[in-house]
């Protein structure tokens, strides 16, 4: 089910994309729109959380110091799923440590360590596409990942079912605070796309 959920966002990121491709380049989340813009201001990211799988998490990023429009929010949830996935890795080598996890586990522990550290890199990279003003289309491949590396320590357990996951909240947390960051994406870019075709190609 997460898998098709997935599936479908990126279905709409790759729309968003085709729209910026008809209309150009465009930056991620350019700073140098209109004060007028649809996403401008702390009243949008109601709207947003409401567009977004798990509704109470991105609410709760938008009570975090320094959030108050859409890109902040995109920001934040980059930074608490990074800080997340960083926690679920320290959590995986402990267990590893205080069992001597050999065999099945100790192959899936890896695979789960190796999982939470592709995401940190994944969701750096995004941020720094962010911050440079990147196009749209290397902002979602970078999402992309970071939502598949989110599910590599799950993938790791289906191929051993007999193994029952000690990780499992772990899991599933950083699962979705990670399928938030696309989510948001996915909402942002659609909202971007949407304005600069009504403003038109040429205004910056």
Do not use: W
Not at 55 to 61: A, D, L, N, S, V
Not at 166 to 192: C, D, G, K, S, T
Request: a neutral charge; hydrophobic letters at 40%.
């Amino acid at each position: 089910m997460e898998r098709f959920i997935v599936a479908s966002l990126l279905l709409l990121l790759a729309s968003a994309a085709a729209v910026e491709g008809r209309m150009g380049a465009a930056a991620v989340f350019h700073n140098s729109m209109p004060t007028n813009h649809v996403l401008t201001g702390g009243g949008e990211l109601p709207r947003i959380c409401d567009q977004v799988r798990f509704k109470t998490i991105c609410r709760g990023f938008t009570k975090l110091p320094g959030v108050a429009t859409p890109r902040q929010l995109l920001m934040a949830s980059i930074r608490v799923a990074s800080d997340k996935a960083k926690e679920a890795k320290l959590r995986v080598e402990e267990y590893k440590a205080r069992t001597h996890a050999s065999g099945p586990m100790a192959s899936i522990a890896d695979t789960c360590t190796k999982g939470y550290d592709d995401v940190v890199q994944s969701l750096g990279e995004t941020r720094q596409l962010i911050e440079s003003k990147g196009t749209n289309f290397d902002l979602n491949i970078k999402v992309s990942d970071a939502v598949t590396h989110a599910g590599d320590c799950s993938t790791g357990f289906e191929d051993f079912p007999d193994i029952k996951s000690p990780f499992a909240a772990i899991q599933q947390n950083v699962y979705r605070v990670v399928n938030n960051v696309l989510n948001i994406a996915v909402v942002v870019q659609q909202a971007e796309a949407h304005q600069a075709k009504l403003l038109g190609p040429h205004v910056h």
